[in-house]
């Protein structure tokens, strides 16, 4: 069964820093494309960051250009997402999504397969 499970959500101050991972089971991460996306009550889902599968090139929406990190080591067939400098408006479940294919992809609807979410709140 393909799976996708997130963890290192919480809570955290305004300026914090939290690493959230995304572990697969069931199948091999290399080649697929991972994106991290997060949903805030009453929004729509919207991407945060991309990684492809071919050279690991990476893509950052702009309210996290500079803040956050992308990375995967399939040698523990995970990703991972380093958040720094944490701020209110980052609060959101946060979900990493996968999809077979070579590049970046930004839309929900691309990605097959979806974590269950780890929510992630920034508060004083």
């Known amino acids: 069964q393909l799976q996708l499970v997130e963890s290192g959500g919480g809570l955290v101050q305004p300026g914090g820093s939290l690493r959230l991972s995304c572990a697969a089971s069931?199948?091999?991460?290399?080649?697929?494309?991972i994106a991290w996306f997060r949903q805030a009550p009453g929004k729509e889902r919207e991407v945060v960051s991309c990684?492809?599968?071919?050279?690991?090139?990476?893509y950052y929406a702009d309210s996290v250009k500079g803040r956050f990190t992308i990375s995967r080591d399939n040698a523990k067939n995970t990703v991972y997402l380093q958040m720094n400098s944490l701020e209110p408006e980052d609060t959101a479940v946060y979900y990493c999504?996968?999809?077979?294919?070579?590049?970046?992809?930004?839309?929900?609807?691309?990605?097959?397969?979806w974590g269950q979410g780890t929510q992630v709140t920034v508060s004083s």
């Open positions: 990684i492809s599968a071919s050279a690991g090139s990476t």
């Open positions: 069931g199948f091999t991460l290399d080649y697929y494309t």
């Open positions: 999504a996968a999809v077979l294919y070579v590049r970046w992809l930004l839309r929900p609807n691309d990605y097959d397969y």
